[in-house]
């Protein structure tokens, strides 16, 4: 006979947001961050049920997010198809965290894994917003800036600073938020 599915058994969203604050430092999962957490919890439930990895839904970003070069360069209207990608990419780039957690799969290995994709992300969404008729010279910046502040960001958690401690305005949601907006007016 053939093999029978089972469901997984996945945290409760309660237990989800603890682990959560707690591998982020015992940040709270309140206010937007909390409503953003419980959004992605239910979106990640299914898949932790599955058995779907996070460095599948990490990879899976990547893709999308490369994959906003496509119509962002193709003019007239296609760039609307680019901000619905970034978006997509920016709740995947959320999603393989929630998924993690879920499944008790976080690693070292998804930590670096993740921010690799994230940083070729930031480069693709750059890349895109000059494809899509901006100047060139500001989208390099805009990227250089991007990695400048994850760079800033690593080297002062490794100095010791928690990383809720560095915590800025300019956090990837920020940039995918700008992304999708200035595409949008493109």
């Known amino acids: 006979m053939g093999a029978r599915l089972t469901a997984r058994v996945v945290p409760g969203a309660a237990d989800y947001l603890d682990r959560w604050s707690r591998l982020h430092g015992g940040a709270a999962a309140t206010g937007l961050v909390g409503w953003w957490l419980r959004f992605t919890y239910r979106l990640a439930v299914p898949l932790a049920r599955l058995g779907v990895g996070p460095d599948a839904v990490t990879a899976l970003g990547l893709l999308v997010a490369v994959a906003v070069l496509v119509p962002a360069s193709a003019g007239g209207r296609w760039p609307l198809l680019g901000v619905l990608l970034v ?90 938020v700008v992304t999708a907006m200035f595409l949008l007016g493109a």
């Open 87 to 176: 978006v997509v990419s920016g709740v995947l780039d959320n999603l393989d965290g929630a998924v993690a957690v879920l499944t008790d799969r976080t690693t070292r290995w998804g930590f670096v894994l993740d921010s690799l994709c994230d940083r070729v992300a930031d480069a693709a969404y750059a890349a895109a917003l000059a494809l899509a008729g901006g100047p060139w010279v500001l989208a390099v910046a805009g990227a250089a800036l991007a990695w400048l502040h994850e760079y800033a960001r690593a080297r002062a958690a490794v100095a010791g600073m928690p990383e809720i401690g560095v915590v800025t305005v300019s956090e990837r949601p920020t940039r995918v």
